[in-house]
């Protein structure tokens, strides 16, 4: 009896390691499938916000500091926002 509870626990096709590996497998690939779905809902936000002009004008202006004509850009920065990007 012994031996055939160590035979079903390590040697079987079905084994309790096999399982086990394949249950953490399973997590592993849950939690990449939330990663990416939280990707995608992320992208097509931002996909929604660039289908129009107000957007496209913001992401211009924001990341690229771009502007208008005959227009100045003061760019503040706050002391919080100074430290964190020391130490990045």
Do not use: C, P
């Amino acid at each position: 009896l012994l031996l055939f509870i160590i035979w079903m626990l390590f040697w079987d096709s079905n084994s309790w390691l096999i399982h086990h590996e394949l249950n953490k497998e399973m997590d592993d690939l849950k939690d990449q499938k939330e990663y990416y779905n939280k990707e995608i809902q992320e992208t097509n936000k931002a996909i929604k916000e660039l289908s129009n002009e107000e957007g496209v004008e913001k992401l211009a202006r924001e990341e690229y500091y771009m502007k208008k004509e005959n227009e100045d850009i003061f760019i503040v920065e706050y002391e919080d926002s100074l430290k964190s990007k020391e130490h990045e």
